[in-house]
């Protein structure tokens, strides 16, 4: 149901952009967002968008960085990755929202999809 895609290798400093297409019937009036997972650690929360777009939320290690947004005609969401550090480098999952607003909960996501693998050099 949800196919994220932009994954890549960039130097630091660098810029990627992912995409995550949810199928038709899916998501259009549920929140969307990304949560990223380095192997051996927990899974953590980076952006979530309310199913309209006006309300964003964003975890502290990204802000400013990452902007999250979505096409509701396309049923997709973005996530605009700029200044990547190293420690940015892990697997981003795209979620859909049990909700219409998530926040910064991970719990408030009630599927994932496979993921894409962000990888940045130092």
Known sequence: QL????GGLVQTGGSLRLSCAASRRTGSNNAMGWSRQVPGKEREFVASISWNGGLTSYADSVKGRFAISRDRAKNTVYLQMNSLKAEDTAVY??????????GRNLSGFRSWGQGTLVTVSS
């Open 3 to 6: 196919q994220a895609s932009g």
């Open 93 to 102: 999952y795209c979620g859909l929202g049990i909700t219409s607003i998530v």
